[in-house]
């Protein structure tokens, strides 16, 4: 939960930053590449960190809209990218007017009470989630994994 503006502007710029290394690794050949037939494939989650951040930071009260109206069918890696890098730098602009007082406020998420705070939070927790899902499909899928929070395998095996 945030309690602190800064904190989360600065959480959100850090994930942002760790995501899009995540997403420059994809590449159009890859995009369905699932764990296994009929899971999420990383075109779908690519296309879900893209469009999904808007959902959560309207209902914290941070108006942005997704920055791209392509389905996960049709969009292509660069287009995945570039829906992240607006989103990311439209909430990281939005977020400038962040008092510490709004992040305490109450809203109603799903039928349930939290923090405005407590949902960027999730916002935070939920791009984190996706994201290790999809280092696990580029591995899988023979691409460069990034070190988003430190040196992968490969990393450390080449030095």
Do not use: C
Request: proline share 4%; net charge negative; hydrophobic share 40%.
């Amino acid at each position: 939960m945030y309690r602190k503006s800064e904190d989360f502007i600065a959480d959100w710029n850090a994930s942002a930053h760790g995501t899009l290394q995540v997403l420059e690794a994809l590449t159009d050949e890859k995009l369905g590449q699932a764990i296994v037939e009929g899971h999420s494939t990383l075109g779908w989650l690519g296309w879900h960190l893209s469009t999904s951040p808007a959902f959560f930071a309207g209902v914290a009260g941070i108006q942005v809209k997704p920055a791209t109206d392509k389905t996960a069918e049709t969009i292509t890696a660069a287009e995945i990218v570039q829906a992240y890098k607006t989103i990311a730098a439209d909430i990281a602009e939005a977020s400038k007017s962040l008092t510490d007082e709004v992040l305490l406020e109450t809203v109603d998420t799903f039928g349930r009470p939290m923090t405005k705070g407590s949902v960027l939070g999730t916002l935070i927790q939920h791009q984190v989630h996706h994201r290790g899902q999809m280092t696990v499909l580029l591995r899988q899928a023979g691409l460069p994994v990034p070190g988003v929070l430190g040196p992968t395998k490969e990393m450390q095996t080449q030095g």
